[in-house]
């Protein structure tokens, strides 16, 4: 499934705003019963698009390890909005966890 993902852009009020860019998203399986996503999040030293006009992050393997390690309760939100809650750590619809390529994700949204 490919969709636009929004890049941060500064505005005046110190909030960040978002604009469109691509982003894809790989199912390793996808069903009727049972619908889940999964993919990474993060790829270990791969170079993100420029960000802000400002930098390009790039994450070193194992990243996470200490945030995993504390079993903080992590959001997945559509676009960034709080209001579009898509899964959580704290409910099991959200799971997170660190591999030889990145960090890997699996989601059972609403």
Known sequence: MRSRRKEPESNPSGHLSMKSTD???RTASLS?????????????????QLLWGEFIET???????????KGTDTRCLYEHD???LLGRTASGTLKLAEDETGLRFELTPP
């Open 23 to 25: 982003f894809e998203i």
């Open 59 to 69: 994450f070193a393997p194992y990243a996470f390890k200490n945030s995993l390690g």
């Open 32 to 48: 009727a019963d049972e619908k889940r996503l999964t993919g990474y999040a993060v790829k270990w030293n791969s170079r993100s």
């Open 82 to 84: 709080v209001t579009n």
